[in-house]
């Protein structure tokens, strides 16, 4: 059905965007330490 498609696909991009936040977050922590070292 539709909505079982819908709710899955939901659930999927959910977790891409989770995933890319941590990613960015990181690279964020990594550029902070990066300045402070310099």
Do not use: C, F
């Amino acid at each position: 059905s539709i909505e079982k498609e819908y709710s899955a696909t939901k659930e999927k991009l959910e977790n891409d965007i989770k995933e890319l936040n941590a990613e960015y977050e990181r690279k964020l922590e990594q550029l902070a330490k990066d300045k402070e070292e310099k």
